[in-house]
């Protein structure tokens, strides 16, 4: 399911408590799969609730912002 198959209206209400900038780097990588497999798994193991939600938001962010570009 992706944030276009759910309505805004039927999003609950999320408010930003507080917010701070980080600085991250992201890399164009090459590599075989079972390496890409072995990196999965150790993020798997080590991401948190909070790292789930952070990239749901910024993915359905991006979704958004995405949808209404492509409409003007």
């Given amino acids: 399911m992706t944030t276009s198959d759910t309505n805004l209206e039927d999003l ?3 408010k ?3 917010e701070e900038e980080e600085l991250h780097v992201k890399l164009d990588l090459e590599m075989e799969d079972d390496t890409h497999a072995m990196l999965v798994k150790w993020g798997k193991e080590v991401a948190t609730d909070e790292d789930f939600v952070q990239i ?4 359905g962010l991006k979704e958004f912002i995405d949808q209404k570009e492509s409409h003007e």
């Fill in 56 to 59: 749901a938001i910024s993915n």
């Fill in 16 to 18: 930003i408590i507080s």
């Fill in 12 to 14: 609950p209400i999320i």
